[in-house]
């Protein structure tokens, strides 16, 4: 059974902090790593991709991948209340397998 | 980003009847159509793979006949959930991946969320 475990929340940070989500997979082959945010009530919305080892930034969203460690992680700086929702870790399944096995969720709460 | 839409938003059916969702894509073609379902306060699950012109592929536990999946054309994958019950009731999400091979994102319909009285 492949899984993707992500750190327990809810996770709550004060407003212009950094947030730091957590994100572990079992499926060695996974090769893509997707990191969605869930607003209640709304669908899943793409915020960052990432393929290989190493940061990938884009504007207040860092993703960091280390395959070795089965292991990938969103930065989030300067914390918004906007930013409070659920964020769901992805991976595809298997060697560039279109389908997705999804995190539990962590759900964020940005502190104003 | 892509874009993906799903009719109806919502909708509310009596216990026994059965209910069609829609999902589209509206700016690019996608063989491949992914259907989820979320219950509350749970992460999404794989309900099925919607592959167009050939049979859907769904996961272990979902019951085939009883959602049926038709993905008639390169646009448009359709959900029917037969015989609904009250334990159908959840949100509904499909999304499908652009299908270029640089990229393996996938893209969320908005959801229909599904109540069965």
């Known amino acids: 059974q492949k899984e993707v475990e992500q750190n327990s929340g809810p996770l709550s940070v004060p407003e212009g902090a950094i947030a730091s989500l957590n994100c572990t997979y079992s499926?060695?082959?996974?090769?893509?790593f997707f990191w969605y945010r869930q607003y209640s009530g709304k669908s899943p919305e793409l915020i960052m991709s990432?393929?290989?080892?190493g940061d990938k930034e884009d504007g207040r969203f860092t993703a960091q991948l280390n395959k070795a460690s089965q292991y990938v992680s969103l930065l989030i700086r300067d914390s918004q209340p906007s930013d409070s929702a659920t964020y769901l870790c992805?991976?595809?399944?298997?060697?560039?397998?279109?389908?997705?096995?999804f995190g539990p969720g962590t759900r964020l709460s940005v502190l104003p | 980003g892509a874009v993906v839409s799903q009719h109806p938003s919502w909708v509310i059916c009596k216990s026994g009847t059965s209910v069609k969702i829609e999902c589209r894509s509206l700016?690019?073609?996608?063989?491949?159509m992914f259907w989820y379902r979320q219950f509350p306060k749970q992460s999404l699950m794989l309900m099925a793979t919607?592959?167009?012109?050939?049979?859907?592929?769904?996961e272990q536990g979902v019951e085939k006949d009883k959602f049926l999946i038709n993905h008639a054309s390169l646009t448009l994958s359709t959900l029917t959930v037969t015989s609904a019950h009250p334990e159908d009731s959840s949100f509904y999400i499909c999304?499908?991946?652009?299908?270029?091979?640089?990229?393996?994102?996938?893209?969320f319909g908005p959801g229909t969320r599904l109540t069965v009285t």
């Open positions: 999304s499908a991946p652009p299908g270029t091979r640089s990229s393996y994102e996938q893209y």
């Open positions: 499926d060695r082959v996974s090769q893509s």
């Open positions: 990432i393929y290989s080892n």
């Open positions: 992805a991976v595809n399944d298997g060697n560039y397998g279109q389908n997705f096995v």
């Open positions: 700016d690019f073609q996608a063989t491949t």
């Open positions: 919607s592959n167009e012109g050939s049979k859907a592929t769904y």
